[in-house]
C-alpha cells in the first residue's frame, strides 16, 4: 500500500467517525431537549442569522394596507382570537407563553430597550413571520389560516402597539380570551 492510498484510506475512516460521534452525541451525550436545558452553544446565532437573512430576502417591499381604524379594529379581532394565547395582551401577559422554548415573546410588553413587542420591525418583516410561522419554535405559519388581508391587519396592529390605538380596537383586543 503506497503513502497516498494509505493517507485516502485515513480520510475516509476519519470522514466515517464523523457521523459515528454525531450519532453517540445524539443518543448518549444528553443534548438539551426539555424547556429548561441550557442551549446548544451558539444556539441562538446559528438560529437568528439565516432567519434574518431569508426574510430579508423575501418579506415584500410594503404593505398594500391602508392604516385607518377597519383594518386595526380587524387586526385586533385576529389577534385576540388567534395570537393572545400565546403573545399575551395589553396588561396581562399569556400564562404559558413563557413556558416555552423559545418563549413567545410578549407583544404588548416593554423590553429592557423601551420598545414595546415588535414595533421597532417594519411592518413587511412581521407578515412574513405571520405567514411563514417559525420553525422548530411553536409559532405557527398562519397563511392557511388567515387571508392575506387578515395578516397584513393583525402585522399592522403590531407594528403601532406603541402608539395609542382607536378605543374600539383596544377594546377588542383585550377582550377575555377565556
Ligand atoms: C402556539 C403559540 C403561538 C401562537 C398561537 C402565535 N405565536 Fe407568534 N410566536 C410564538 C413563539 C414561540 C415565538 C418565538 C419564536 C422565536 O423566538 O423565534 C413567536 C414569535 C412571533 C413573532 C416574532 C417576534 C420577534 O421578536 O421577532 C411575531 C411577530 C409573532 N409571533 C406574531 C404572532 C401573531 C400575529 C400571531 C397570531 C396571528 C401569533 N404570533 C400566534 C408562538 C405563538
Not at 38 to 47: C, D, L
Not at 98 to 120: C, F, I, Q
Not at 148 to 157: A, F, N
Amino acid at each position: 500500500m503506497n503513502r497516498l492510498t494509505a493517507g485516502f484510506i485515513g480520510f475516509v475512516a476519519a470522514l466515517l467517525l464523523i457521523p459515528t460521534f454525531g450519532y453517540l452525541f445524539l443518543a448518549f451525550g444528553n443534548p438539551p431537549v426539555a424547556v429548561a436545558d441550557k442551549p446548544f452553544p451558539f444556539e441562538a446565532q446559528i438560529v437568528r442569522i439565516p432567519r434574518h437573512a431569508r426574510i430579508h430576502r423575501e418579506m415584500p417591499k410594503s404593505s398594500p394596507l391602508d392604516q385607518n381604524d377597519a383594518n386595526l379594529v380587524a387586526g385586533a379581532r385576529i389577534y385576540n382570537q388567534d395570537c393572545a394565547a400565546c403573545h399575551g395582551l395589553q396588561d396581562q401577559a399569556s400564562p404559558f407563553g413563557k413556558t416555552m422554548y423559545p418563549r413567545a415573546p410578549d407583544l404588548w410588553e416593554k423590553h429592557k430597550n423601551g420598545v414595546v413587542g415588535v414595533s421597532d420591525d417594519p411592518v413587511e418583516e412581521t407578515y412574513w413571520k405571520v405567514k411563514n410561522g417559525i420553525r422548530l419554535t411553536g409559532m405557527p405559519a398562519f397563511q392557511s389560516l388567515l387571508t392575506e388581508t387578515q395578516m397584513w391587519q393583525v402585522s399592522m396592529l403590531l407594528s403601532l402597539a406603541n402608539k395609542p390605538l382607536p378605543i374600539e380596537a383596544t377594546e377588542v383586543l383585550n377582550k377575555p380570551t377565556h
